[in-house]
């Protein structure tokens, strides 16, 4: 059983919640952890969580986290996954998420 590190570059520490971006809508949402890696989400720490911070224009939708919570089922989350996977098929949104790939590159669009 492996623990899923903080995607952070040069972060120890455990995932705690799931960050996921929905390009389409500029929203970013950081909820529990997702049970599954999915296109365009990040695990992060607590901390990290706690920090983000989103382009301008976006929107940072923040789900309750259980820490507690060990193996985590989250229908909402899927969902989510699933229009995040709507998004990527439009071509300018797939070739844009390409290009900015982690964390620390994500910028507004104009
Ligand atoms: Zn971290």
Same mark, same amino acid.
Do not use: F, N, S
């Given at each position: 059983m492996s623990v899923r590190r903080?995607? =952070? *570059? /040069?972060c120890p520490r455990a995932a705690t919640a799931t960050l996921t971006y929905v390009y389409a809508d500029q929203m970013a949402v950081i909820g529990p952890l997702a049970s599954s890696a999915e296109p365009h989400s990040y695990d992060l720490c607590g901390e990290h969580a706690t920090r983000l911070s989103v382009p301008q224009g976006w929107n940072v939708i923040r789900r309750e986290i259980d820490? *507690? *919570? *060990?193996a985590p089922s989250h229908d909402d989350l899927l969902a989510l996954a699933d229009a995040v996977r709507e998004a990527g098929r439009d071509p300018r949104t797939a070739a844009d998420a390409e290009t900015t /790939? /982690?964390? =620390?590159?994500v910028r507004p669009r104009d």
């Open positions: 903080c995607t =952070r *570059a /040069g820490p *507690a *919570a *060990a /790939g /982690g964390l =620390r590159v």
